[in-house]
């Protein structure tokens, strides 16, 4: 479904990430896990053509089913996103507007990739704030994004990310900065999406623990490149890499036990 064919991005003019490949199938699950500046969120964002005003994809291609979406042109990008492809920034209050109260914003989103009527549209996205187990969905949509907690704005942005059941879901640290429980929902929610629509998906993170529960396969990525992949329990009990063994002795453990 997805084929990541040894891209490498600049940022101004010097490379980052450098000869990234990554083969997906659908209805699959891999984590990118590495820590910061290794080039996980870059590597997603250029799967949507989202890098920073300063970042170019300089050489190699990215096939979805079959088509090179750098080739696609802006119109085809923005239909294609948010509806076959959805991204959940690590910060869902940061792409939230701060000025207009999120029925607002989502009502518009919906709209945008689907020819419904205003009342229809805000059903439907009261539907999926209840699908997130969100508590007054409609006190929700008259709200501003400041007037909701961390985990509140994160599981709106993912119930946007989600309403259109898209084909490949690209997340970007989606459970970081949460409480426990609220990490828990979101996970068990993704991984639902996976079981119920067969949605492939990309995972940005630095818990280990979280990309053990739910990946099929583990990319471990340094200094912008690739240096270990494979299966979930070939990566987290034989190892291959000195940096991969270094992120797992620093997961934390009780009495001597480790829990990844």
């Known amino acids: 479904m997805l084929d990541i064919q040894n891209i490498t991005v600049a940022y101004h003019g010097q490379p980052f990430l450098q000869d990234f490949s990554l083969h997906m199938k659908r209805g699959e699950i891999i984590s990118l896990v590495g820590e910061s500046g290794s ?28 088509k090179s979406l750098p080739e696609y042109s802006e119109k085809e990008m923005q239909k294609l996103r948010g509806s076959r492809i959805s991204m959940i920034f690590q910060d869902s209050g940061a792409m939230l507007n701060p000025i207009r109260k999120i029925g607002s914003q989502y009502i518009e989103y919906i709209q945008k990739h689907e020819k419904l009527s205003h009342k229809a549209a805000e059903e439907k996205a009261v539907a999926m704030l209840e699908a997130m187990r969100l508590s007054e969905p409609e006190r929700i949509m008259k709200s501003y994004g400041f007037q909701l907690s961390g985990g509140m704005r994160q599981r709106v942005g993912i119930a946007m990310a989600m309403t259109f059941e898209p084909e490949l879901l690209l997340a970007d640290e989606p459970t970081a900065a949460l409480d426990v429980t609220t990490q828990a929902q979101i996970v068990r929610q993704m991984m639902e999406l996976r079981k119920n629509h067969g949605t492939s998906i990309i995972l940005v993170t630095h818990n280990l623990g979280v990309a053990a529960y739910m990946s099929d396969r583990i990319v471990v990525m340094q200094n912008g490149s690739i240096v270990e992949e494979g299966d979930r329990k070939t990566i987290l009990e034989q190892p291959g890499c000195a940096y991969t063994r270094k992120l797992l002795a620093a997961v934390p453990n009780m009495y001597g036990e480790g829990y990844v």
Do not use: C, H, M, Y
Not at 39 to 66: C, H
């Open 39 to 66: 080039g996980k969120t870059t590597a997603i964002r250029s799967i949507l053509g989202l890098l920073p005003q300063e970042g170019e994809l300089v050489s190699g291609d990215i096939l979805f089913e079959g």
